[in-house]
């Protein structure tokens, strides 16, 4: 974990779980600067609301902050979603606890299997050349869940899919809704046939992990 301490915010960066969307240097590069030597954070280079900003865009959550001036701290979402991204990872928006453990805001879990730093994704997905829509197709659905935000949990079974317990938003790249649900289980072996829903087809490969 790098921290960054500025006047007003430190920032803090988990070279663990970026997936390298850019989003930082792009949308604020006086403050993350791209392919430099040494230090590469800038906190003091926008006002504390621009860093902040990009911290919520990181979709990884590799980005995290603490407000230093008595501003806002980063809050859980009022919805709770995964988005389902092209040939990637899901990208879960929602206060999470993975494994037993809190784990932020802002997530980017591995789909493909092949990750080494299970169940993140470490972009193992672009050498593996994974394959799997963004776009998969809408599951009937409750108009509604009677709550939207809260607790999600997210639990890597043995060798199997991930458990997901709370109230969740499945999205797909686009923003379309996919299914709303309280409890479902999503293929994290790569090889469903009902991506990102598990099939079973984990015991047929022997996944492991």
């Not at 709770?80 to 929602?94: D, F, I, M, Q, Y």
Request: glycine share 12%; charged share 20%.
């Amino acid at each position: 974990m790098e921290e960054y301490r500025g006047t007003s915010i430190v920032v803090r960066f988990d070279g663990a779980k970026c997936i390298h969307s850019r989003h930082c240097v792009l949308e604020r590069p006086a403050v993350f600067e791209a392919n430099v030597q040494g230090p590469w954070i800038h906190p003091d280079a926008a006002s504390p609301e621009g860093s902040t900003q990009v911290a919520h865009n990181c979709p990884s959550g590799a980005i995290t902050y603490e407000r230093l001036d008595g501003g806002p701290e980063e809050a859980p979402p009022p919805v709770n979603t995964a988005h389902v991204r092209e040939n990637g990872p899901l990208a879960l928006s929602a206060e999470l606890v993975v494994g037993g453990k809190a784990a932020g805001y802002r997530a980017t879990l591995c789909r493909c299997g092949a990750s080494k730093n299970k169940p993140w994704c470490d972009r193992s997905h672009v050498a593996a050349g994974f394959k799997a829509s963004g776009e998969p197709a809408t599951t009937e659905a409750p108009s509604q869940l009677a709550r939207r935000d809260g607790p999600l949990s997210i639990t890597p079974t043995k060798n199997g899919p991930l458990e997901v317990s709370g109230s969740l938003e499945i999205c797909s790249g686009t923003g379309r809704t996919v299914l709303r649900t309280q409890q479902t289980w999503l293929c994290r072996c790569g090889g469903s046939s009902n991506k990102p829903f598990c099939d079973g087809t984990h015991k047929k490969i022997g996944f492991i992990g």
